[in-house]
């Protein structure tokens, strides 16, 4: 009992370390988005924003906001585009199970490890001859192809551990198998629609590839791309950036904080078979 104390602290303050040292990157964040221009490179640098100031946020508010709009259109957009296509294709793989079935989550698999930058070439190259280069639809559909195949992999993993019983219920009462899906599975899917959903707008709300590549000439930009109009060859402006990346961050901390239980179920379901 003597000895299991020492060590449980021990354990402690080594965790405590690792998370102050995981954290200060966000409190350095926020301590210069305070700092006026003329302390940004003060020796030694301030610690705290002693003299500190607003510009950056009112910088945010007169020029951010459109980025940030945006960025809330296309998440959205790219949410209800995933679970629209992911969630059939993770009821057929988890219960209808199509010939080719684990061959096709393979080839998910295989396209989660496909780098970025090579499939936004591709899209520049076919959005160029469609014409909808510079467009939200266009950077809605390239966003959603990172978050598909994460999806249909959970969606699968979560419908598969729903009893076989409750689906031939329906079918006995004459449901056919769309009414099924839509008012069996996917009212007991909720822990992996959230789970999806947040993964999918995160994705999206954090994508810079896509943006500057398929909608860095447009007139709606996201977010990602109002953060690096502050950045130019002789002038950084950093409390303007790190003002807008705090701000940026809140929504993603907040839908994080809100759906972490769903989150921590939606995963780890299929992980265990009864």
């Not at 405590?16 to 221009?37: A, E």
């Not at 946020?57 to 020029?63: C, G, I, K, M, W």
């Not at 629209?84 to 793989?93: D, I, K, N, S």
């Not at 002789?234 to 993603?252: G, L």
Request: charged share 10%; hydrophobic share 50%; aromatic share 10%.
């Amino acid at each position: 009992m003597t000895t299991s104390t020492p060590r449980a602290w021990w354990k402690t303050g080594v965790g405590l370390v690792l998370t102050g040292l995981m954290l200060f990157p966000v409190y350095w964040m926020i301590n210069v988005s305070f700092t006026r221009d003329q302390d940004m490179r003060a020796s030694p640098p301030h610690l705290f924003p002693t003299n500190g100031t607003l510009d950056g946020y009112r910088a945010v508010l007169d020029q951010q906001l459109p980025y940030l709009g945006t960025s809330f259109l296309v998440g959205l957009g790219t949410v209800a585009l995933t679970v629209a296509l992911a969630a059939p294709a993770g009821y057929a793989l988890a219960k209808l199970r199509p010939p080719g079935g684990p061959a096709l989550s393979f080839l998910l698999l295989i396209a989660q490890m496909i780098p970025g930058i090579i499939m936004a070439m591709g899209f520049y190259a076919i959005y160029l001859t469609l014409g909808v280069l510079n467009t939200l639809p266009g950077l809605i559909l390239a966003d959603t192809t990172l978050a598909v195949p994460f999806a249909v992999l959970i969606f699968t993993a979560f419908m598969s551990g729903i009893p076989e019983e409750l689906l031939q219920a329906a079918v006995v009462d004459g449901a056919s198998r769309l009414r099924t899906f839509w008012s069996v599975v996917l009212p007991v899917s909720r822990n992996s629609i959230v789970t999806v959903s947040l993964f999918a707008f995160l994705w999206s709300w954090s994508d810079f590839i896509f943006a500057s590549t398929l909608a860095g000439g447009g007139d709606h930009q996201p977010i990602t791309l109002g953060i690096y109009h502050y950045i130019g060859n002789n002038n950084q402006q950093w409390n303007a950036i790190m003002a807008t990346a705090v701000v940026a961050s809140i929504p993603a901390a907040a839908l994080l904080i809100l759906a972490q239980r769903y989150v921590s179920m939606g995963v780890t379901a299929g992980a265990v078979k009864d």
